[in-house]
């Protein structure tokens, strides 16, 4: 699944639960045929503002870093599905995540070249 983070309509609370419940979290444990038992999962936002959750995330390539404006910091399989889903709190906070490092990077970041930004905390609210 994919979240539109330029659709006020889309990018709200309810789309970041749907977002994570779109993992089961059995994607990267190898208990799924052809699945990683050593992987991981990573939150990417692309460059024209999509925010994804690849499953089986080993280390970014050269390619998927320069075709994406931010890269999240590795997560367990108890970050994504339906218990990550129905956490307030942890979807809050990939909320906050998501608008305040895609609001950095739509104000100071957009014409940027090279990789994409390493987003491994959480940065304050940008005040306009």
């Not at 208990?31 to 990683?36: N, Q």
């Not at 499953?55 to 075709?67: E, H, M, N, R, V």
């Amino acid at each position: 699944m994919n979240l539109n983070l330029n659709d006020p309509n889309e990018f709200t609370i309810e789309g970041v639960r749907r977002l994570l419940a779109s993992k089961t979290g059995l994607e990267s444990d190898g208990s799924v045929p052809g699945s990683d038992p050593g992987g991981m999962y990573r939150l990417w936002v692309t460059k024209n503002g999509i925010a994804y959750i690849e499953d089986k995330a080993g280390f970014p390539t050269d390619i998927a870093l320069q075709t994406h404006a931010i890269q999240f910091e590795s997560w367990d399989r108890t970050d994504v599905g339906q218990d990550a889903a129905n956490d307030d709190k942890w979807v809050n906070e990939v909320y906050l995540m998501l608008k305040r490092w895609w609001d950095m990077y739509s104000r100071d970041g957009s014409g940027r070249l090279g990789d994409a930004i390493y987003a491994d905390y959480l940065p304050p609210a940008l005040h306009k």
